[in-house]
């Protein structure tokens, strides 16, 4: 074994640049903040019934709701973001 793999077998941090450690406690961190961030539990989102419609075409069902906007369970809705179901309630 030369003594260069010893040393770094000894003491692998002597050998590192410091902007190597600084990115490593860096890293570390976020890590940290993100283990946080996972752990806290996701609050429920309030939203409300405003309607339902029958469609004209099947037995489908579509609901509109309201929570920080108004939104609807329709294909019409779910690929344009509009839909006559909206239109009633704006």
Known sequence: MSDSNKKREKNPRLELPPYILGLRAFAQACVERDQIERSKKPTPKKSRLLGTFKSSSSDT???????????????????????????EFV
């Open 61 to 87: 069902i579509y609901r509109v709701m309201i929570g920080n906007t108004i939104t609807c369970t329709c294909p019409g809705y779910t690929f344009r973001r509009n839909c006559k179901h909206v239109k």
